[in-house]
């Protein structure tokens, strides 16, 4: 997959996306902040009514995991493409997912971020500390898939590495 270069037309996707987080607490959303953002954003647009969403979640959390072990500056952020927030809620907690997602009631209002979710779930975008576009499941109107975009990931982080 050749990976893009794409910056969000506002220039403030990366501002976008940290000014919008939220992580589920017992009963509600409740605004989130990193300490310090992270290199690398993974976007992954999801939905609790997507049955390959489900499929795709653990295999994310492994490289994830695998590649925060292994010391890489990089987060994931859901970006919930179901119909109400209760929904996002529900599949947040059944998939127990580790990271803060994009405010539901804000997307609406963010259409840098809506545009990269493609043309439908699921989608895993990575985005760099510049909000550029570095690599995305869906190339316009062609899907590519998930794997590749795990494997620029992958990527990615070693070339950051080597540096």
């Keep these: ?28 959303f409740v605004a989130y902040r990193w300490e310090r953002e992270p290199d690398v954003i993974a976007l992954y647009f999801g939905a609790d009514w997507c049955g390959p969403c489900h499929a795709f979640v653990p295999e994310l959390k492994r490289v994830h995991a695998a590649l925060r072990q292994a010391g890489a500056d990089t987060e994931v952020v859901y970006v919930s493409l179901d119909e109400s927030e209760r929904e996002m809620r529900r599949y947040m907690r059944s998939q127990a997912m580790p990271w803060p997602a994009i405010d539901y009631r804000r997307l609406p209002a963010l259409p840098a971020i809506r545009a990269l979710g493609g043309v439908a779930p ?21 899907y590519a898939g998930l794997a590749p975009v795990l494997q620029s990931w992958v990527e990615q982080v070693r070339a950051a590495k080597g540096r």
Excluded: Y
Excluded at 8 to 28: F, T, Y
Excluded at 126 to 140: H, I, K, M, T
């Design 1 to 28: 997959m050749s990976t893009t270069s794409a910056t969000a037309a506002d220039g403030g996707l990366r501002e976008s996306i940290a000014g919008a987080l939220v992580r589920p607490d017992a009963q509600r």
């Design 122 to 142: 699921p989608n895993l975008v990575l985005v760099d500390r510049e909000g550029n576009v570095l690599a995305s499941g869906w190339q316009g109107r062609r």
